[in-house]
């Protein structure tokens, strides 16, 4: 549970800073996730790729279905 709380807030640093300085979040998380959480920098990439992938197909299926 504890590690669930930690991924969250560790998200919504991500993305405080990412919209604050107006880089990708990707450079922040990657390196994060290998540093706090000891995953190492190959799988920290895997881990951010699919999940951008799986939101943003949500998102992009979200806004197609009230067009149909």
Do not use: C, K, N
């Not at 881990?47 to 067009?67: C, K, M, N, S, T």
């Amino acid at each position: 549970m504890i590690t669930v709380i930690l991924y969250v807030l560790l998200g919504i640093t991500v993305g405080t800073l990412s919209g604050l300085i107006g880089i990708g979040g990707g450079v922040i998380i990657v390196p994060a996730l290998a540093l706090f959480y000891g995953l190492h920098q190959d799988v920290s990439h895997q881990i951010r790729d699919l999940l951008w992938l799986v939101f943003g197909a949500e998102l992009g299926g979200i806004g197609v279905v009230p067009q149909v």
